[in-house]
């Protein structure tokens, strides 16, 4: 009697009790999917050494206070849209339209590329943070005024970029992001002109330093106040360590202050 209601229930819903099978296995496999999926993710990223590398970025501080990671955002992000596909997928096997055809055709080509443009914005977050911060830390004691700007300008440039890449996945008109890119080329051209006007100086003279080698690393110099020996010599910078601390005095004040080699 059981069995001949539970069939009856099934002819008035119109489903089919093979389909139901598939339905539900559809949904269980889904799940441990998501699962295996989150979990896989979040041990991948302990051991790759991405948890190291998005540590101490903005993104990774706004995640933490939310009380999760990058890489749990990115894992349970990856969970849930396998949830999502296999309920999707289980109502088709059902046959309940509850979208309409077009609609979830739609949905099903455009989902993917929402989903890549959020992953484009992470991983350009993140990587604009850490550039700017390889950038600032190369750059650290430099006395040039236009310096400071350089991190930032580096890292805006950056999550710029990632922001057009995941419009374009938006599909975004292209004549939309050539003009941001050109407006955008514009302003690095006109901060490139001025920024050279600060480095020029410190760049000509190391060019002028280690051309005509007049000190190298290991040496024991003076320069103005400073006298120490010889770390490092680029063409921005000279490094000397006077036993207490590292000064990085800039190449143009190098040539002006004149050097005094020590023996």
Do not use: C
Not at 110 to 135: E, M, R, S
Not at 163 to 188: D, E, F, K, N, R
Not at 200 to 217: A, D, E, F, M, R
């Amino acid at each position: 009697m059981v069995v001949m209601n539970v069939q009856t229930v099934f002819e008035r819903v119109g489903i089919e009790p093979g389909d139901l099978t598939v339905a539900l296995f559809v949904l269980i496999a889904g799940l441990v999917l998501g699962y295996l999926l989150r979990t896989l993710l979040i041990r991948g990223g302990k051991r790759t050494g991405v948890d190291d590398f998005v540590e101490g970025t903005t993104f990774e501080r706004v995640a933490d206070s939310f009380g999760t990671s990058t890489v749990g955002i990115v894992a349970t992000t990856v969970e849930w849209i396998v949830y999502l596909a296999s309920i999707v997928i289980a109502l088709e096997i059902l046959e309940f339209e509850v979208l309409d055809q077009a609609i979830l055709v739609s949905l099903t080509g455009y989902v993917p590329n929402v989903v890549a443009a959020f992953f484009i914005l992470i991983f350009g977050a993140i990587l604009g943070d850490k550039a700017a911060l390889l950038v600032s830390e190369r750059l650290e004691g430099i006395k040039i005024s236009d310096v400071k700007v350089l991190p930032v300008v580096v890292r805006y440039s950056i999550i710029f970029i990632a922001v057009l890449m995941a419009l374009s996945q938006l599909g975004v008109s292209t004549l939309a992001l050539h003009i941001l890119l050109t407006a955008y080329l514009l302003a690095a051209i006109v901060f490139a002109v001025v920024a050279l006007r600060a480095f020029l100086p410190s760049i000509v003279s190391g060019l002028y330093i280690l051309s005509t080698h007049q000190y190298g690393i290991g040496d024991k110099i003076r320069v103005g106040e400073v006298e120490g020996v010889v770390q490092e010599v680029d063409l921005l910078t000279t490094r000397i360590d006077d036993g207490d601390r590292e000064h990085i005095v800039p190449n143009s004040e190098m040539f002006e202050e004149g050097v005094s080699k020590k023996l």
